[in-house]
């Protein structure tokens, strides 16, 4: 995805966003406005515009304090909270399983994912009655947005279970009708979207915009899919098609993986753009400002995001070069030293600073070729592809003397283990567990008061306000 762009284009696509919308619903979507969107849905560029507008939701859902964070880190064992700003105790109510139906928090996910898939849908909508766009542009451009929808749609699914399925852009009125989906109804969905996107979009070397998401991209989220339901020929499939097809790689080393203008390199699947380059955008980086602890000692203000446990930092092996690139012991406050271990793996040295805000210019990649190497042990039971993450970092290969077999003794432990190594602050923990059917017997021996209820996210009190209709997760 391409935020690198200019201001007015954000602007003119906020503001058509806007246009479209009136009237509240369950999921605070509004009907279209043909007057306003039947006159700039015609050209190529107008679609642009409302493509970039889509894309740019990126930016909110898989935000430091975005619901990706907040479940994938707080809700496993990698991080935890101290000070935060804001409603601390409905943020701390997701590292403590004490979330309650009237949580703003969850509400506030809620609305970003619906209104991320109004965006969506309202592309997709008019695509399909575009006569003067080309052919070839529409089908790439349907396979993006339903690549973006699949993505949203399973991060929804694992969060809610079954979820209103909407696949257009609906009026407040019409929304009232659509209820929760099965769980299964909504994977159908995804696989059908992700289908769709892996069939059309190019390679990823021949992707024309930076960020846009090419075919390995949606064949990787399709595997996970896959691994999700269990399915794992199919996992494997996808994900041998993204190993073979010489698009990825592994770079040389833990280290080359991060830094403020390492970007788009061959092991990024799928990578989110930030540029520091202009304060006024508003483009800029945040996951070192908002993984910094609470403070503001550097001359910046840290949030206090995602502090990483002691039991993350001594699960690394003797010699994993990996703790100290990702990790950080704490900070310098004058001349005292504070301990308080968080993520360094977006760090920008030096970088301008405004106000008190921290201009970083770090990229995320919401995935990379470590992960699909990792999935792709998960789906075959073939230790090689672990092995390569293994010996990217210079340890002891899977079933060779040197590997500490006494703590990870199985294929599927080490697997556990290696992810949350090589993953750690990725907002990958959570699900994993939860795919492996290891988040109750993990999370509970290290005090989390977890059932199997507690797996999935209340849907809002205020969701269920404007539709009675809509049913309640069991256990809230």
């Known amino acids: 995805m391409n935020r690198i762009i200019n201001l007015n284009t954000i602007i003119t696509s906020i503001l058509l966003l806007l246009l479209v919308s009136c009237g509240k619903s369950f999921t605070d979507l509004a009907p279209i406005s043909n007057a306003n969107t039947n006159n700039f849905y015609n050209s190529e560029s107008d679609f642009e515009s409302a493509i970039t507008a889509a ?16 479940t994938g880190e707080l809700m496993g064992d990698n991080a935890t909270l101290y000070i935060i700003a804001g409603a601390q105790a409905d943020k701390h109510a997701f590292r403590d399983y004490t979330i309650q139906t009237p949580n703003t928090m969850v509400y506030s996910f809620w609305r970003q994912f619906y209104s991320a898939l109004f ?51 609906v009026s407040a009125q019409e929304s009232y009708s659509i209820l929760r989906s099965s769980e299964a109804e909504v994977y159908n969905q995804i696989k059908s979207d992700l289908r769709y996107a892996a069939d059309n979009l190019p390679l990823s ?18 595997g996970e899919v896959y691994l999700t339901l269990g399915d794992k020929a199919n996992a494997a499939k996808e994900l041998l098609e993204v190993y073979n097809s010489q698009e990825y790689a592994l770079q040389s080393s833990y280290a080359a993986v991060w830094g403020p203008n390492v970007k788009n390199t061959k092991e990024s699947v799928f990578e989110i753009q930030y540029s520091s380059a202009n304060a006024s955008t508003g483009t800029h980086s945040p996951f070192y400002q908002f993984f910094f602890p609470n403070v503001n000692v550097l001359g910046f203000s840290g949030v206090g995001m995602n502090q990483v446990t002691d039991d993350l930092y001594n699960e690394f092996e003797t010699g994993d070069p990996r703790r100290d690139i990702a990790i950080s012991l704490g900070y310098q406050n004058g001349a005292t030293f504070q301990e308080q271990k968080f993520y360094k793996k977006w760090i920008h040295p030096n970088a ?3 106000g008190t805000t921290l201009l970083a210019n770090n990229d995320f990649m919401v995935y990379r070729f470590a992960e699909v190497l990792l999935m792709l042990t998960e789906a075959t039971g073939d230790a090689q592809y672990l092995n390569k993450v293994r010996g990217r970092a210079g340890l002891p ?13 199985t294929l599927e432990l080490a697997l556990e283990h290696e992810a949350r190594m090589e993953l750690a602050g990725e907002y ?22 977890v059932t199997q209820d507690k797996l999935l996210l209340p849907v809002p009190d205020i969701v269920r306000l404007q539709n009675s209709a809509i049913t309640q997760n069991p256990g809230y």
């Open 428 to 449: 990958k923990r959570w699900f994993l567990l939860k795919r492996l059917n290891r988040a109750i017997p993990v999370l509970t021996a290290k005090g989390k008061q």
């Open 119 to 169: 965006a969506v849908n309202t592309v997709l909508d008019k695509l399909q009655v575009a006569s003067q766009v080309d052919v070839e542009y529409k089908k790439v451009a349907e396979a993006e947005m339903r690549f973006l929808r699949g993505l949203y749609y399973f991060q929804m699914v694992r969060l809610w279970g079954g979820v209103p399925l909407v696949t257009k852009a």
């Open 55 to 70: 894309m740019n939701t990126l930016y909110s859902v898989y935000a430091p304090e975005g619901p990706v964070s907040y």
């Open 397 to 409: 290969l899977w079933g060779t003397a040197g590997y500490p077999t006494s703590r990870y003794g």
């Open 205 to 222: 070397s021949n992707v024309k915009l930076v960020g846009r998401p090419a075919k390995g991209a949606a064949q990787t989220v399709l």
């Open 352 to 354: 301008t600073i405004n």
